[in-house]
């Protein structure tokens, strides 16, 4: 019984603890997020979509070029508030591009090591971003193999996996905090229809689904949240079925979006519709729209906006007005010799002149015709 009594503990020197770098990176991610949070949100017009408004939130825009920017920023913020990134720490991600991108930015302004390891499929182009920030790349031969590697490089480095497919649900603050959803809402204010009818997006992680849908719940908005999943992806087939063990043995042909197993931060209860898109539609989709801008848009803003379409279809058909709101993920200026590539497409079998023709005779007349291949 003695053995069980409790002593009071003897008086004695008290740690002191250091947290000026961490307050010092929290002051230079936030003036990040003060800078470029507010996306501008396009209103482009077609005159076959009667009584329905297009809205595009311009996530490529921000400093590092995609909507990843922001899952960036918060990926930093989770690890330095959970104590797991200070001063010198050895930063590790699995990444398609567009996320390592935005890491290897904040590691540079945080004077931090950063490695991203990604499929070799990788585009150069992104390839010499991640460099030109300062990180390293680590290639792998197949999709499905990042997470193990990437967990491995920071076990042997003893770094922190930063790992954006398990956190960025839960290093995103979905009530509001100046959050995409936020600022799409807010800027809708003022417009025809200020509450869409729909929010339409892709998935990579999940995070930004999970975010938005979360939002409309918390603030009882009307609005649904519609999913628009690429071939080779699990996501569609685990919505349909409940399946959380789908895997898929290829890695999507649309960078950034589309995974082959279910992401942690996939969230299917707060997603309202999905719906599969062939890569020939996402990428006659990306040439439609980045005609229409003026400027490039890339493969996953493709699959958005294909998505978009199908919906706003339904709406003509129900003869219903509103307005829809999807995302310009990055720039098309990435994929110059890739999905920009007459050779590329045909090399990879992709012929996208079908669902250009179906895309322009809706988006001018508002006549929808599947394309039959």
């Given at each position: 019984m ?8 003897e ?11 961490a ?7 936030e ?13 482009p ?6 009584g ?38 050895n ?9 390592a991108?935005?890491e290897?930015?904040?590691a ?16 150069a ?8 920030f ?12 990042v997470?193990?590697?990437?967990a ?15 956190n ?7 009530r ?5 959803a936020?600022?799409?809402f807010?800027?809708m ?49 685990s919505y349909k ?6 895997t898929?043995?290829q ?5 950034g ?10 969230i299917?209860?707060?997603?309202d519709?999905?719906?599969r ?10 040439h439609?729209?980045?005609?229409r ?25 129900d ?5 829809l709101v ?7 200026d990435?994929?110059s010799?890739?999905y920009?590539n ?6 990879h ?5 079908p669902?250009?023709?179906m895309?322009?005779?809706f ?6 015709r599947?394309?039959?291949?």
């Amino acid at each position: 019984m003695a053995d069980n009594i409790v002593t009071c503990p003897e008086l004695g020197p008290l740690p002191v603890v250091d947290r000026e770098w961490a307050h010092d990176a929290i002051k230079l991610l936030e003036g990040d997020g003060r800078r470029s949070a507010d996306t501008h949100l396009v209103k482009p017009t077609f005159s076959g979509l009667q009584g329905i408004s297009v809205y595009l939130k311009d996530e490529s825009t921000h400093p590092t070029g995609s909507l990843k920017h922001r899952l960036a920023r918060s990926l930093f913020l989770y690890g330095i508030c959970n104590g797991r990134i200070s001063q010198g720490t050895n930063l590790v991600e699995a990444s398609s591009g567009s996320t390592a991108v935005s890491e290897a930015y904040f590691a540079q302004i945080l004077g931090l090591p950063f490695i991203a390891v990604m499929p070799r499929s990788t585009s150069a182009a992104k390839i010499s971003a991640i460099e030109r920030f300062g990180g390293r790349c680590h290639f792998v031969e197949r999709a499905a193999d990042v997470y193990d590697v990437a967990a491995a490089v920071a076990a042997e480095t003893g770094g922190h996996y930063l790992d954006q497919f398990t956190n960025a649900e839960r290093a995103t603050d979905w009530r509001g905090n100046n959050n995409i959803a936020e600022s799409i809402f807010n800027q809708m204010q003022g417009e025809s229809h200020p509450v869409p009818d729909w929010v339409v997006m892709s998935a990579g992680t999940g995070g930004t689904s999970a975010t938005i849908g979360r939002y409309i719940r918390y603030k009882s908005l009307r609005t649904q949240l519609c999913v628009v999943d690429v071939e080779h992806s699990a996501f569609y087939e685990s919505y349909k079925t409940g399946n959380v063990d789908v895997t898929r043995p290829q890695g999507s042909r649309i960078e950034g979006i589309g995974r082959p197993r279910v992401e942690p931060s996939f969230i299917p209860s707060v997603i309202d519709h999905m719906i599969r898109i062939p890569d020939a539609a996402s990428l006659a989709a990306m040439h439609v729209l980045s005609d229409r801008l003026f400027r490039k848009v890339g493969g996953s803003t493709g699959t958005n906006f294909f998505g978009l379409c199908f919906i706003a279809a339904n709406m003509l058909r129900d003869k219903r007005q509103g307005s829809l709101v999807s995302l310009i993920c990055d720039s098309g200026d990435r994929y110059s010799a890739t999905y920009f590539n007459r050779a590329w497409l045909k090399e990879h079998g992709l012929n996208i002149d079908p669902y250009r023709e179906m895309l322009e005779r809706f988006l001018d007349t508002g006549d929808y015709r599947c394309v039959n291949q």
